[in-house]
C-alpha cells in the first residue's frame, strides 16, 4: 500500500500531467513503438529505499503502461544465487503482467583483460546472471566491454571472453549483448569488428543513445567527454546485431525535446533500420525528477515515432 501511495502521489501530480498533457499509460498502442522500461530509471528510488527492486515488473505496468522491463543487477547482487527469489521474481512479473526482457550486469570484472585467469574468473562470475535471467525468462544479459587500455591487446582479450561467456549463455537459450558503455565499448566499429570474429550467433549489442564517451568509463556524454564517439553513427553501425535498443534521455527544453540528443535523428535511424524490438526508456537526467523524467521520455518517442514515415 505504501508503495502503491508514493507511485500514485508521483505520477498523478499537476505537474506531471502538466508535461505530459494526453500521454496514454496503455501498453503498446496501436502505431506506437514496443516499449520496455529500463529499472535504471528509477535508481534513486531504488538506492534511496523509497521503491523496492522486487516490485520493479509492478512498477513499471502501474502507473507506467509499459509491459516489458530490463533488470539491473546491482539491485539483487545479494539474492543472485537464491533460486527461490528469482522463481518469485518471475512470478511477480507474471501476475503484473510484464515481460523480463534482460538483466543489465555490472561490476563482474573485464571481459576484456589481458590477464587471462582474471578474465576467465570474469566469465564464470557472469554465469550467476545468465542462470537467472533464464528463470525470468528474459532473452539477454546485457554486460559492459571493459579491459585493457590497449587498443589491440583488448581486442585479442574480448574476443576471448565474450566467445567463452557467449558459449556457456548458449546452453541456456541465452543471449549475451554489449552495451556502448564507455571506453572501447563505445567505438562502435570496433566492437562490432569483434561481434563479426567471435562469430557467434546469441552475441550481439545493446545500442544506447548516450554512452558514447570514449574516454571515460560508462561513457556518459551528459556532461563533458574529452573525446567522442559520433551517437547517430554508433547506433548505426550496432543496430544489425542489436537485441535491444536503449533510449537515454538526460533532460528536456521547453518544447520537450531532449537537449542533447536529436531524438527524430537518432528514432529514424532505428527504425529505417528494420529493427522490430523493444525500445527501453532509460531516463537519467538530473534536472527532472525520476517519474517525470520517464514520462517525458515516452511521450517524446511516441511523438517522434508516429511522425516518421
Not at 563479426?196 to 550481439?204: A, Q, S, Y
Not at 548505426?236 to 534521455?249: D, F, I, M, Q, T
Not at 521547453?254 to 527524430?264: F, M, N
Request: net charge negative; glycine share 10%; proline share 3%.
Amino acid at each position: 500500500m505504501q508503495r502503491r501511495a508514493f507511485i500514485r502521489d508521483l505520477v498523478w501530480g499537476g505537474a506531471v500531467l502538466a508535461v505530459a498533457p494526453g500521454l496514454s499509460y496503455r501498453a503498446n498502442r496501436a502505431g506506437a513503438p514496443k516499449l520496455s522500461l529500463a529499472q535504471w530509471s528509477l535508481n534513486r528510488a531504488f538506492f534511496g529505499g523509497d521503491l523496492d527492486p522486487k516490485d520493479f515488473a509492478a512498477i513499471a505496468m502501474d502507473p507506467y503502461g509499459i509491459d516489458a522491463v530490463e533488470y539491473v543487477s546491482g539491485f539483487y547482487v545479494d539474492s543472485v544465487l537464491d533460486e527461490s527469489f528469482w522463481n518469485d521474481l518471475k512470478a511477480r512479473a507474471t501476475d503484473a503482467g510484464v515481460q523480463s526482457l534482460l538483466i543489465m550486469v555490472d561490476d563482474e570484472g573485464d571481459l576484456g583483460g589481458a590477464d587471462d585467469a582474471m578474465r576467465r574468473q570474469a566469465v564464470e562470475n557472469h554465469y550467476k546472471w545468465v542462470d537467472a535471467a533464464k528463470i525470468l525468462e528474459c532473452h539477454s544479459i546485457r554486460v559492459n566491454a571493459f579491459g585493457d587500455p590497449d587498443r589491440e591487446t583488448f581486442r585479442e582479450a574480448l574476443v576471448d571472453g565474450m566467445g567463452r561467456l557467449a558459449e556457456y549463455a548458449a546452453g541456456g537459450d541465452m543471449n549475451v549483448i554489449i552495451e556502448n558503455h564507455g571506453l572501447f565499448s563505445s567505438d562502435a566499429g570496433l566492437i562490432t569488428s569483434i561481434i563479426r570474429e567471435v562469430e557467434m550467433p546469441n552475441l550481439g549489442t545493446l545500442p544506447d543513445f548516450g554512452n558514447w564517451c570514449l574516454s571515460a568509463k560508462w561513457g556518459s556524454t551528459q556532461f563533458e567527454c574529452d573525446e567522442v564517439y559520433d551517437r547517430y553513427r554508433g547506433v548505426e553501425e550496432l543496430l544489425p546485431y542489436a537485441r535491444g535498443v536503449s533510449a537515454k534521455a538526460y533532460d528536456f527544453n521547453e518544447q520537450g525535446e531532449d537537449r542533447i540528443i536529436d531524438y527524430h535523428r537518432m528514432l529514424k535511424i532505428v527504425k529505417d533500420s528494420g529493427y522490430e524490438g523493444y525500445i527501453g526508456i532509460e531516463y537519467e537526467g538530473v534536472e527532472k525528477p525520476e517519474h517525470e523524467g520517464i514520462l517525458m521520455t515516452r511521450a517524446l518517442i511516441e511523438k517522434v515515432w508516429a511522425s516518421l514515415p
